[in-house]
């Protein structure tokens, strides 16, 4: 997959221009980014519920307009955290691989739980990683940390949470949005942090509460297919070519892992799940 270009999901449409004055640095661009998006729990800033609902917002230009709704400046000039682009950690990242891509820097999306935030508590968190030429390095813009761990003590993928936790090497309860969230957490939350990991490797860069095939709330039956794709992951991660396309014909093939028209939204600024018409919505 080629990584320097945007996805529908990344791709900043009309927005594009904004992103020229930009420096062609990892860096440089996770401090523009940082200054555009307020996390809508770990600001501690209230929003009211329209502007809650920007963290259901799927595509890049659709973030990049909740800015545009309050701001005409550069994208660098400082905005008050108020009245920053309400996200969470996948906006952070997608805007980050937006902007990468379009500097031509090969970008990607990584998923999976922290060992950096708690000492007791393994939160779940979405960073970017992009290609230097020689190494993938992954770099948590939210956090500004640069050069991050994807393993115990830094960020572990989603595939390494799954493939511990079925042979018993962690505790799995620990796993998830919050110590004090008790229904988003354990084994069916890492397991669709999998699919979500998959998913995004693949350039379909879907929200954390999006519901599709077998990611969905609960467990299911036979994880078979999830262990494979967990050691699929992990392989391809260690540079196995044929893991890698053996992850695209089943990213490709299969509606247990691909999502498809149509999705159920599980949004926490909503009430009620929801069905996301992909197709119209990125129209």
């Known amino acids: ?3 320097t270009r945007q996805t529908r999901y990344s791709d900043p449409r009309a927005h594009a221009a904004l992103f020229d004055p930009l420096p062609a640095d990892p860096d440089a661009i996770g401090e523009v980014i940082r200054n555009l998006v307020s996390h809508y729990r770990a600001s501690g800033i209230a929003f009211p519920p329209d502007r809650l609902a920007e ?12 800015d545009r709704r309050r701001f005409d400046t550069p994208l660098a000039e400082p905005r008050a955290p108020e009245q920053r682009i309400v996200g969470c950690c996948r906006d952070f990242t997608l805007l980050t691989v937006s902007a990468l891509r379009h500097k031509g820097i090969p970008a990607r999306s990584r998923i999976g739980f ?6 007791t508590w393994h939160h779940d968190h979405v960073v970017a990683e992009y290609w230097d030429g020689g190494r993938w390095i992954a770099t948590d813009t939210q956090m500004d ?11 572990r993928t989603a595939a390494q949470v799954w493939s511990a936790h ?8 620990t796993f998830g949005v919050d110590p004090g969230v008790d229904d988003l957490r354990g084994a069916w939350f890492v397991r669709n942090y999998l699919i979500y990991e998959l998913a995004h490797r693949r350039g379909d ?17 036979d994880p078979s297919l999830i262990d494979e794709v967990a050691d699929l992951l ?3 991660d260690a540079g196995d070519k044929a893991a890698e396309h053996k992850l695209a014909d089943h990213y490709a093939t299969n509606p247990r892992l691909r999502p498809g028209r149509y999705v159920k939204c599980a949004s926490p600024a909503a009430a009620d799940v929801v069905t996301a018409d992909l197709q119209r919505d990125a129209a």
């Open 145 to 155: 940390i640069a050069d991050l761990r994807l393993g115990p003590g830094g960020l």
């Open 205 to 221: 860069e879907l929200l954390l509460w999006d519901l599709w095939g077998d990611a969905t709330r609960g467990l299911l039956g």
């Open 55 to 66: 963290i259901d917002s799927r595509w890049a230009d659709r973030l990049i307009d909740a």
């Open 114 to 119: 922290t060992d950096y935030l708690s000492p």
């Open 1 to 3: 997959m080629d990584y």
């Open 166 to 173: 079925r042979r018993g090497e962690i505790d799995v309860e």
């Open 234 to 236: 992990q392989a391809a």
